[in-house]
């Protein structure tokens, strides 16, 4: 049963009522429950038992690049900040044995159907260290030949250009996805990020002009010193910069997690109906551009595979975020990169001491991760139906899961009533469904399936749901 896709509505005074601290569920369980109990050997367990699977599945390869040139102040990102570009040989070096050390664990007649660079910022490094390390990759692992692949990068447009991101094209990838944040030059100093509409334009049109099949951009509200005239100008250049996708983030100030953000004057910042209105002015602009409200913070051109997917009813979640690819195992190579490998997830070192370390000694650099439960599994599976496709088939979940979910569910169905009655969703014998109401609080109904959630952990692990 694939749901018709509906509209979202905004209402400030509903949603101001249910903006709580929430899991931003790109996995489940989530990274607060891994635990140092899954090591190295239990990685290679779970890789050995998804080789053997009667239809294994295709890779997903998540690579992070930690460093970067300056510090953005709000960044939650694991990062080093450094313009020593020689520190990049040094975690190469260690990446490489990395791949060295965990490719031979999966059969070679995987296909890598996704990449993705990520960090800190992908282009700290130079061409002729990404086609080293694409190099070393292809050696390793199959790359898919097939025209659907997704090879991605993230880009800093400051510490990029045109020449750059075209040699990126003949390197493989076929994604671009470019950070902006803000336009607003009080807001960019703000936090300490200057960058100028013609340098992103610029990255965006060399990724169009190279046959990038995909180009999306990252924008923030709730910085300090935002206003809804400023985000609205920003917005509007956005719209002309035509990406494919837009995200749209709210700013999580945790200034106790992440040190750069204490550079960030608490006073500065948006006010609670600011903050919303922030957001409600990107869901009318973009909308009236023609793109198409994904769900969390998601937008895409209607005729974008993210958009396709989601009438399909196809559309899946993972660490990435929505992923038309969700059906890959995900290897996570580099410092605190997370990878999802049948039914488990699987961390490294989240600093380079503990990472170089692990590897210098001839080891997997993982040191926590998680076996999913038998209840895991199944709310897995159900929070990501309310995530990807806002309904869920009671009877024929119940059916694939071998229970009655109205029983089994209990409890959380007691905490659906106040959303009932609110109007967040719906629920007859078969069928409960996210409603228009409820479209922007998805994190907000799936939290109701969540047995890990209480709500200290709430306040202090996750940032607020708009």
């Known amino acids: 049963m694939i749901s018709p896709v509906t509209t979202p509505e905004f209402d400030p005074a509903l949603i101001a009522r249910y903006d709580v601290a929430g899991p931003r ?64 040989d040094r975690y190469l070096e260690r990446l490489y044995r990395e791949i060295e050390l965990i490719a031979p664990q999966f059969d070679r007649d995987r ?10 910022t992908p ?16 050696r390793h692992f199959s790359f898919s030949h097939e025209s659907a692949r997704e090879y991605g990068i993230e880009i800093d447009p400051r510490f990029a250009d045109g020449a750059y991101v ?44 190279a046959s990038f099949g995909s180009a999306s951009v990252d924008l923030i509200y709730g910085l300090p010193l935002q206003s809804v005239a400023g985000f609205s100008r920003t917005l509007d ?36 109906a600011t903050r919303l209105a922030l957001f409600g002015c990107a869901l009318e602009k973009l909308s009236a551009a023609g793109y198409v409200y994904i769900g969390m913070d998601h ?43 049948g039914d488990s997830y699987s961390q490294n070192a989240r600093d380079l001491i503990g990472y170089y370390a692990a590897l210098d000694a001839g080891r997997l650099p993982v040191v926590r991760g998680l076996q999913l439960d038998e209840d895991d599994l199944i709310r897995r599976e159900l929070i990501g139906e309310l995530m990807c496709h806002g309904m869920l088939d009671k ?19 007691e905490r659906l009533l106040p959303l009932l009655a609110d109007g967040l969703v719906q629920e007859d014998a078969r069928v409960l469904r996210v409603t228009s109401r409820g479209r922007l609080l998805l994190r907000i109904i799936a939290m109701c399936f969540d047995a890990y959630l209480d709500d200290e952990a709430q306040a202090a692990r996750y940032s607020r749901v708009i």
């Not at 607003?184 to 960058?195: E, G, H, L, S, W």
């Not at 989601?310 to 990878?339: E, K, P, W």
């Not at 009877?395 to 071998?402: E, N, S, T, Y």
């Open 25 to 88: 569920y790109t996995s489940y369980p989530t990274a607060p429950q891994f635990t140092a109990d899954f090591n190295e050997t239990a990685l290679r367990t779970v890789i050995r038992a998804s080789n053997e699977e009667p239809i294994p599945r295709p890779l997903s390869l998540y690579v992070h690049v930690p460093f970067c040139m300056s510090p953005c102040f709000y960044c939650g990102c694991n990062r080093v900040i450094t313009h020593d570009t020689t520190k990049a």
């Open 111 to 120: 296909p890598v159907r996704q990449l993705h660079f990520g960090g800190g």
């Open 123 to 138: 282009n700290f490094l130079d061409i002729a260290r990404m086609r080293e390390l694409m190099e070393s990759l292809a």
């Open 166 to 209: 075209r040699e990126l094209g003949e390197l493989g990838f076929n994604r671009i996805s470019v950070g902006i944040q803000d336009f607003d030059p009080a807001v960019q100093q703000a936090v300490n990020r200057i960058q100028s509409f013609e340098q992103t334009r610029e990255v965006l049109e060399a990724a169009r002009a």
């Open 237 to 272: 250049q956005v719209v002309a910069l035509a990406p494919d996708r837009v995200a749209v983030y709210g700013y999580a100030h945790l200034p106790q997690m992440f040190k750069a953000q204490r550079q960030i004057e608490a006073a500065d910042l948006p006010d609670p």
């Open 299 to 341: 937008f895409a051109r209607a005729d974008d595979e993210l958009a396709t997917a989601q009438r399909a009813g196809t559309l899946q979640r993972n660490f990435q975020g929505y992923s038309t690819h969700g059906d890959c195992d995900i290897v996570g190579l580099g410092v605190s990169a997370i990878g999802r490998v």
């Open 395 to 413: 009877q024929a979940f119940g059916a694939r899961h071998l229970l009655l979910f109205d029983d089994y569910f209990m409890r959380e169905r």
